[in-house]
């Protein structure tokens, strides 16, 4: 069975940092192009940083030079390092493949407030 699981958000203050992990399974992690995507409140999901198979990366533009993603293949997970953190940045974070998307996991809240 396929499944994402999210870990490591929570309650941080503007400027602040924290990394996020997902651990896939029931798929073969290392053939897919993954994706963080995030849900604020009131808006939709969106994709907000993508890497490829071979480790190739792109960001949202409100994004770039703040949030880093990366992957352990051997581990089948996915990581976002953020930094310089905003209070826009407050959402539900997820990942998921950037194609031929899998049910969604639970996330992990991501609330940046002082």
């Known amino acids: 069975q396929e499944q994402l699981v999210e870990s490591g958000g929570g309650l941080v203050q503007p400027g602040g940092s924290l990394k996020l992990s997902c651990l896939a399974s029931?798929?073969?992690?290392?053939?897919?192009?993954m994706g963080w995507y995030r849900q604020a409140p009131g808006s939709q999901r969106e994709l907000v940083a993508g890497?490829?198979?071979?480790?190739?990366?792109a960001f949202a533009d409100s994004l770039k030079g703040r949030f880093t993603i990366s992957r352990d293949n051997a581990k089948s997970t996915l990581y976002l390092q953020m930094s310089s953190l905003k209070p826009e940045d407050t959402a539900v974070y997820y990942c998921?493949?950037?194609?031929?998307?899998?049910?969604w996991g639970q996330g992990t809240q991501v609330t940046v407030s002082s």
């Open positions: 998921n493949r950037i194609t031929s998307l899998i049910s």
């Open positions: 890497i490829t198979y071979s480790g190739d990366t």
């Open positions: 029931g798929f073969r992690f290392s053939d897919y192009n």
